[in-house]
């Protein structure tokens, strides 16, 4: 059956009878900021780009700028700063001509219990998971409340709700990250600007690939999980890509479990 376009609200949504469903998103065209080239990063990268939107790459890694071909565009940049936070997103819009959409895949963990925790390894997952995420945030937002329209989605997890042991400073980082992009959704509503959240379950990603490896690690895990499997990176992209679209335009402040299951039990 022939899809249709439809209106509600005064808003007229065209649905092309044989295009792809990406089209149905309204994506093509978007300017989009990846930060952050690990694995779920840069599927998240592929799929916008797939989708007929403008991306920007950015990492502090090289070899991960460069795993994502000569056909994206890609900036190396040190979010550890402030600077290198604002001048990453000024320099994204730059070359895109505007930003529409950020997307804040940047993440980091060090698995071991609260009282073996050094306070240098508290800090610096702190200030990579979710300081950064703070200061791109407020840098996009600047551009993105003063245009009237914004799209940011950030890749949290289901530590930010569960209680994982060895997982303290990731779990809080998490958590935080939970709390601050619904402020930023509650202060930038009226400006047209979303703030969500996908938060993946146990996944096969550059992150977790080191543990996940250890004998009896992945049987555990998936033993815990309902749909009966971890997660892949491709489990993600729909999700990220569905936030950032305009059918999700009266979504704010949400996030999305993406995680078989995992925290229904």
């Not at 949290?156 to 939970?178: C, E, F, I, Q, T």
Request: proline content about 4%; charged content about 15%.
């Amino acid at each position: 059956m022939d899809l249709v376009s439809s209106s509600v609200a005064g808003r007229s949504f065209p649905a092309p009878a044989n295009g792809p469903a990406a089209d149905w998103l309204g994506l093509s065209g978007r300017k989009v900021l990846v930060a952050g080239a690990g694995g779920i990063g840069s599927a998240v990268a592929l799929a916008f780009a797939e989708a007929g939107a403008a991306v920007v790459t950015a990492d502090r890694d090289p070899a991960r700028l460069a795993r994502l071909g000569a056909e994206l565009k890609t900036l190396e940049a040190d979010l550890a700063t402030a600077e290198g936070c604002e001048d990453l997103v000024a320099a994204a819009a730059g070359t895109l001509g505007g930003l529409d959409i950020l997307i804040h895949a940047v993440g980091i963990n060090h698995r071991v219990p609260l009282l073996d925790t050094a306070d240098e390894d508290w800090d610096a997952i702190l200030a990579v998971n979710l300081t950064s995420a703070f200061r791109l945030g407020r840098a996009a937002g600047r551009l993105m409340v003063a245009a009237g329209y914004g799209r940011q989605v950030y890749f949290s997890s289901v530590s930010g709700l569960l209680a994982h042991p060895d997982h303290g400073p990731y779990a809080a980082s998490k958590g935080g990250l939970n709390q601050l992009l619904r402020v930023m959704a509650r202060e930038w509503a009226a400006s047209g600007v979303t703030a969500n959240a996908v938060a993946p379950g146990y996944t096969d990603t550059d992150l977790t690939s080191a543990h996940l490896n250890r004998p009896g690690v992945r049987d555990h895990y998936t033993a815990q999980v309902p749909a009966g499997r971890l997660g892949s990176v491709a489990d993600l992209t729909g999700p990220a890509l569905f936030l950032a679209s305009d059918r999700a335009a009266f979504i704010t402040g949400q996030v999305l479990y993406t995680d078989g299951g995992r925290t229904l039990v």
